[in-house]
Structure formats: structure tokens, C-alpha cells
């Protein structure tokens, strides 16, 4: 864990991490998979003033989540950051070219995560001035379901005032989708739900986190009175009906859905 909050950072280093402080408000994290909304979502945060909510960047900071997860994990870094701080048994080999591990006691790991995201923000979010909430999209976390609860734990743990908004829809809508037309149905439909059910159990009782589902797109504006709520927003409503009903494009190229297991039939 970050010992001490960002409140009580130095001037050094909050220069240093410069692009974690940059979001005056925080970070704002959309969690979900395929056809989900997940563009339109997008959209709709983006509408609202000072946000600046990216797209999918390739599950990037999953890769960066995994690598401070394995030294949290690794107990030769533990026993030699122990060790390092005056702690635990002495091994005369800690430090010197006969460890085998020699260097690793000299990593720290909340500098190192700490340094990376702030990277992430700078090189791949490049938040803009004045932001007031940033973020991104991922659509990718199917990937490793396990994970979830353990990354979403490690993005608290590195971006300042973090939240996540988990969207859903119906498993049997998603997987009937163009963009998962190559995908084994019968697979994917369990894997759509066990996402589901990681989401909800990581979202219960966090103040941090918000479910939606898809359909309160659907409502128009009052819908998504409870969202805005969250964020602390107020809603423009004729903004929030324009984005809905703007088209979306960037699926046309996937082609026709898969076609029902009866509507193939000749």
C-alpha cells in the first residue's frame, strides 16, 4: 500500500507525479467488455465539462497492474525489504553479488507504481489541462476475470480519488452481437456472467463504484439521473439527449450479427 495519501506529499514529489495531481477531481475508470455501450458511455462522460475520459489503450495498464502485483506477491522481495528496514532475520547475502536476488532489495515498489502510472497518464492518457475528471475505457478484462478484484485494487492504490463505473447487458444480446460473431456462444455467455458477478461483488458497498446496465440508455435522459447523482454532476439534459441519439459507427465494418440458432434454419 501507498503509506502516505497524496495530501501529504512534498512539493518534490508532487512535481514528480505531476500528471497523477493533474485531474483536479480524480480519476474515473469505465469497466466492462464488448458491446456493452461502452462508446456511448464514453461519449455521454465527455460531454460533461472538464472531463476527459479515453478510449481503450490495449489493456496497458493491466500489464503495469500485473508487475506490481508479482512483487507484492514475491516473498524474496518482502523477506529483503523487511531486511532493508531493520526487520527479520539477518541473511548476510542481501546486498551483496552472491544474492541471487541481488538489487531486488533496493526496489520500491510504491515509487515504481507510482512512477508507471504517472507514465501511463503522461505518454498514453495525455490528460489536458485543466481536467477535472480523467479516465479511460477498457473493454478487455474478460481476459482475466481473476484479476479483476486485485487490479481494480492496485488502480485505487496509485490513482488519486479513483472510481469506477461498471457497465452491463444482457449476456445473450452481447454474444448475438457482430463484434463477438467469431466467438463460441456457448462459451462466451457464462464468461459474460461470471463478468458480471466479478463486477457486482467488487462494486458492493464501495461508495467508489456504480453498476449500470445498458438499458438506461434506453430511458433518455431520466434514466440516468442516478449516474450523474454519483458523479456529482448536474445533468444537461438537452446534452445528455443529443449524445443519445447521435449514431455510432465504429462497429458497421464487423457486419451482420450472428444469426439465431432457429433463424439459420432454412
Known amino acids: ?62 500489464q503495469i497492474c500485473r508487475m506490481i502485483d ?53 505518454e498514453i492518457l495525455n490528460i489536458p489541462p485543466r481536467t477535472r475528471v480523467a479516465g479511460f475505457k477498457e473493454i478487455r478484462y474478460l481476459t482475466d476475470l481473476n484479476f479483476v478484484p486485485a487490479q481494480l485494487d492496485i488502480m485505487t492504490r496509485y490513482f488519486p480519488k479513483a472510481r469506477f463505473l461498471f457497465l452491463t447487458r444482457n449476456n445473450e444480446e452481447v454474444a448475438d452481437s457482430a463484434w463477438w460473431r467469431n466467438h463460441d456462444k456457448e462459451k462466451l455467455v457464462p464468461q459474460l456472467a461470471k463478468a458480471d458477478r466479478v463486477f457486482a461483488d467488487y462494486a458492493a458497498g464501495k461508495p467508489n463504484c456504480f453498476m449500470m446496465d445498458y438499458t438506461s440508455f434506453l430511458g433518455g435522459p431520466e434514466r440516468l439521473v442516478p449516474l450523474f447523482d454519483w458523479l456529482g454532476e448536474k445533468m444537461d439534459r438537452a446534452v445528455v439527449r443529443a449524445v443519445l441519439g447521435r449514431k455510432l459507427y465504429h462497429a458497421k465494418h464487423l457486419g451482420a450479427p450472428r444469426k439465431p440458432a432457429d433463424a439459420a434454419k432454412p
Open 1 to 62: 500500500m501507498v503509506e502516505r495519501p497524496v495530501e501529504s506529499w512534498s512539493a518534490e514529489e508532487l512535481k514528480e507525479f505531476g500528471m497523477l495531481m493533474r485531474p483536479s477531481e480524480g480519476f474515473l475508470f469505465l469497466v466492462t467488455y464488448g458491446r456493452s455501450g461502452s462508446t456511448l458511455a464514453q461519449n455521454l462522460l465527455n460531454a460533461i465539462p472538464g472531463y476527459c475520459i479515453r478510449g481503450e489503450n490495449a489493456n496497458a495498464v493491466y
Open 70 to 122: 508479482n512483487f507484492d506477491r514475491e516473498p524474496n522481495v518482502q523477506m529483503r525489504r523487511d531486511q532493508l528496514a531493520g526487520r527479520g532475520n539477518l541473511v548476510p547475502e542481501i546486498g551483496q553479488p552472491t544474492d541471487p536476488w541481488y538489487g531486488l532489495e533496493l526496489v520500491d515498489i510504491d515509487r515504481m507504481g507510482l512512477r508507471f502510472m504517472n507514465i501511463f497518464c503522461r
